[in-house]
Structure formats: structure tokens, C-alpha cells
């Protein structure tokens, strides 16, 4: 079955960019029909999509974050990437990847911590 | 699109059944998906495409409705079941996807 495994720095300072990769094990990136989609999450807060891209490296984003984020893939490591830049503590949050099956969401990866903090 | 979910927080008791609601700002056809979130934890899909269970979740777990309204129904609490519960939206016009603030369901 497939499994997701975000992966990249914890602490990033302000203004600086914020890089995370999510790695796809039992299954392929390349050719599916699936999108692959970042989520994030503030401490105590709710979800928060930020974008997704297709095996073809189409990209669709949350609008409020469209003009900082980027997200990418590398199919011959059958992984995925988010960039989102000039990050301030409001970015501080748990970061998800999903595979995105248009309407939903499943299975998720396990998350990771990122602290925005000089 | 906006989604609100009612209650904010819902006590109950094991055994007891639980409805939840999530309300868009405007129609979202079916494209609407349930998750159950513990602490530490992604969140889990229960239902997709408002009422289709995924796979291996309980048939206590039932979601229903279409258009603006929609409930995640738990027919009978288990103890593992006390959590936050999301709903989330994908909508074409205007393109977006959305989650709901979420319900917290606490044992009474």
C-alpha cells in the first residue's frame, strides 16, 4: 500500500524559504492519476491546503498562498517537493503530504514540524 | 467556499450516537470528505464523496447529504472514537479545497 514520508529542516529562519520533500513508497508517482498535495496545520489549529501537482508536474495552489509557494516532482525518485518562501511565524505549523484523489485526501504521510524562528 | 461545523465541541458517552454537521456557503454537489483526527496524528479518511465509507473504516461511521448540508454519523461511540472530526470540499467554480474548523467529540 502506498506511504507518504515528509522529510526537510525543522527550524527556518524568517524571510528564508521553507523546503520539504515527501517521499512515495507502494506506489508510483509517474504515470498515476492521482494529484499529490501539500497540507499544513498550526499547532491547535485546522487544515490548511496549500497546492498540488499532477505526475505531468501540473500545479494548482491555494490562492492566499499562490505567490510564495512552489510545489514540484521528481518522478526517477518518486518524490514531491514544496517550497514556500519568505516565510514568517504564521507559517509555523505541522506540514502534511497526501496522496490527493481530486476530492479527497488519502493516505496522508505522518507529518512534520516546522518552526519559523530566528 | 466556506464550510462551518456544528458543534464546536460534542460530549457524549460511549454507545451514545453522534451527529455531526458541516454547512458550505455554497453548494459543493457531493465533494465532500470526513476525517477523524487523535492527537499526535494525520488525519484519517472516514468518508468520501459524502457518503462513501473508505476502506476498512467501521460501519458505525455513515455520512450523508449533498448541495450545502451535510452529517457524519457515528451510530454507536466506541471509546476509540473520541477525536476531532474535519470536513473538507472541493469545489471546480470557484477552484478551491477547503476544511472545516473541525467538531471536537469528548467522552462526557
Known amino acids: 500500500q502506498v506511504q507518504l514520508q515528509e522529510s526537510g529542516p525543522g527550524l527556518v529562519k524568517p524571510s528564508q524559504t521553507l523546503s520539504l520533500t515527501c517521499t512515495v513508497s507502494g506506489g508510483s508517482i509517474r504515470g498515476s492519476t492521482y494529484y499529490w498535495s501539500w497540507i499544513r496545520q498550526p499547532a491547535g489549529k485546522g487544515l490548511e491546503w496549500i497546492g498540488r501537482i499532477f505526475s505531468s508536474g501540473s500545479t494548482y495552489y491555494n490562492a492566499s498562498l499562490k505567490s510564495r509557494v512552489t510545489i514540484s516532482v521528481d518522478t526517477s525518485k518518486n518524490q514531491f517537493s514544496l517550497k514556500l518562501s519568505s516565510v514568517t511565524a504564521a507559517d509555523t505549523a505541522v506540514y502534511y503530504c497526501?496522496?490527493?484523489?481530486?476530492?479527497?485526501?488519502?493516505?496522508w504521510g505522518q507529518g512534520t514540524l516546522v518552526t519559523v524562528s530566528s | 467556499i466556506v464550510l462551518t461545523q456544528s458543534p464546536a465541541t460534542l460530549s457524549l458517552s460511549p454507545g451514545e450516537r453522534a451527529t455531526l454537521s458541516c454547512r458550505a456557503s455554497q453548494s459543493v454537489s457531493s465533494y465532500l470528505a470526513w476525517y477523524q483526527q487523535k492527537p499526535g496524528q494525520a488525519p484519517r479518511l472516514l468518508i468520501y464523496?459524502?457518503?462513501n465509507r473508505a476502506t476498512d473504516i467501521p460501519a458505525r461511521f455513515s455520512g450523508s447529504g449533498s448541495g450545502t448540508d451535510f452529517t457524519l454519523t457515528i451510530s454507536s461511540l466506541e471509546p476509540e472514537d473520541f477525536a476531532v472530526y474535519y470536513c473538507q470540499q472541493r469545489s471546480n467554480w470557484p477552484p478551491s479545497i477547503t476544511f472545516g474548523q473541525g467538531t471536537r467529540l469528548e467522552i462526557k
Open positions: 497526501a496522496r490527493d484523489r481530486d476530492s479527497f485526501f488519502d493516505p
Open positions: 464523496d459524502a457518503s
